[in-house]
């Protein structure tokens, strides 16, 4: 009687646990390395992308657009410039610009980073499918001192409407004294969006002006301090501000304006279209990722060596066992297809395992890598993209597993029977 080959592969694995549990974890722990650096690359580029929507165009000082757009809305890095007030009052009279938010970045608060910006930034700031941002506790700022802050910064700082903070000067390695003197008031909490809006805290201009009313070249003025009853006696008009969102009345005025800005006679500025910029980002960061991935694939190929060698380095010690098997009447195909089965299995179960294990460490570390390095990984068993790898490991192991299978296949009934000496 001849027995299924499904059994006759189970039995022959359980024969082999050790070596046959050691290769299963070679290849789940590769397959897992190969869809994290997928699944992280993709989440990250989606990540990004969902930051900002529903702006036609950024502008600012003339110093590259992917700068302009890493540090405009991402927070990352500084301007090397600043944008005047007039010239943004002048794009505000564009008859093609619909709403414009400047934005002014510098100042931070217990590493998060201040953005002084008006109150239109709730109105006009969307991100993902144009969701505009909400409150989940309290409302925008209307006061001098009060601020809005984000939802990780309330969450990580205890913050909730009316408590009392202090901004630092200066920001990243470069924070400098505190404007203790002049504290401000959380009035507001914004929902969870995903983006950097979530650390950062937000505070009018004219709170920007106020703070540094006695401040000078990025000190205290020495022997000067205006107590902040004292500040609305001053202008608090911004005299400059870092980037400014600009939305248009039509979309298809865009390249038109555009040039328009990047033109401007009075101030060398530059506008950027979100989307383009972000394509030119993905283009300079392109190669590592495929260097990262290419290496995740080496790993994989790896932990098939592995699976073939176990295979081959088996077959003389099975000797006895598939002539035993040829002596039951199971012919050179089955034996090929035997050893094909065992392939199969291993690949198939280190991928589950490699999925559930990716899984299992994506839940885990998707609140550590959004709270710290701002990459929102999105926890899942498996996509269709996903899938197509793995069934390219599994179709690549079944393959690998041919040159075993072979020989097995060309193994006669008394190769197995005969005293080797």
């Known amino acids: 009687m001849r027995l299924p080959v499904f059994f006759l592969t189970w039995a022959s694995l359980r024969n082999r646990a050790l070596a046959s549990v050691l290769t299963l974890i070679a290849i789940a722990l590769s397959v897992t390395l190969l869809l994290g650096v997928e699944r992280l690359r993709n989440d990250a580029r989606a990540g990004f992308a969902n930051t900002l929507s529903g702006t036609d165009l950024i502008v600012g000082a003339r110093s590259g657009a992917v700068p302009l757009l890493l540090y405009s809305v991402f927070h990352i890095g500084d301007a090397t410039a600043n944008v005047s007030w007039q010239s943004i009052q002048a794009l505000e009279k564009m008859p093609a610009v619909d709403w414009v938010v400047p934005v002014s970045l510098g100042d931070s608060h217990k590493g998060y980073r201040v953005i002084g910006s008006t109150p239109d930034f709730f109105a006009h700031y969307q991100y993902g499918r144009r969701q505009p941002l909400a409150f989940a506790q309290g409302r925008a700022f209307e006061g001098l001192f009060d601020t809005v802050v984000g939802a990780e910064v309330a969450r990580k700082l205890g913050y909730a409407p009316g408590s009392r903070i202090v901004l630092s000067h200066g920001a990243g390695e470069f924070t400098g004294a505190e404007h203790g003197d002049k504290p401000f008031t959380v009035t507001g909490v914004l929902a969870p969006t995903g983006t950097p809006i979530d650390r950062a805290v937000l505070v009018s201009l004219g709170a920007i002006e106020a703070i540094h009313l006695d401040w000078q070249g990025g000190s205290r003025i020495p022997g000067v301090q205006i107590p902040p009853e004292f500040v609305k006696k001053f202008d608090l008009s911004p005299k400059s501000v870092t980037a400014?969102?600009?939305?248009?009345?039509?979309?298809?005025?865009?390249?038109?304006?555009?040039?328009?800005?990047?033109?401007f006679k009075a101030e060398p500025l530059q506008a950027i279209l979100p989307g383009v910029t972000l394509d030119q980002l993905w283009r300079v960061v392109g190669v590592a990722e495929q260097v990262l991935l290419a290496v995740s694939g080496f790993v994989v190929l790896v932990g098939l060596s592995g699976l073939v060698a176990m295979m081959v380095g088996a077959l003389s010690a099975r000797r006895r066992e598939l002539a035993i098997l040829r002596a039951m009447g199971a012919g050179p195909r089955d034996i090929f297809t035997l050893l094909l089965a065992e392939s199969l299995l291993l690949s198939v179960a280190g991928g589950v395992l490699g999925v559930f294990i990716l899984w299992l460490a994506s839940t885990v570390a998707a609140p550590w890598l959004a709270a710290v390095?701002?990459?929102?990984?999105?926890?899942?068993?498996?996509?269709?993209?996903?899938?197509?790898l793995l069934a390219g490991v599994v179709g690549a192991a079944v393959l690998a597993s041919l040159v075993p299978a072979w020989r097995a296949y060309r193994y006669s009934l008394a190769d197995g029977m005969s005293v080797r000496m």
Do not use: M, Y
């Open 244 to 263: 400014a969102f600009v939305g248009l009345k039509q979309r298809t005025a865009v390249f038109r304006v555009q040039r328009e800005i990047n033109t």
């Open 373 to 388: 390095h701002g990459v929102q990984l999105v926890p899942r068993i498996i996509d269709l993209r996903e899938c197509a």
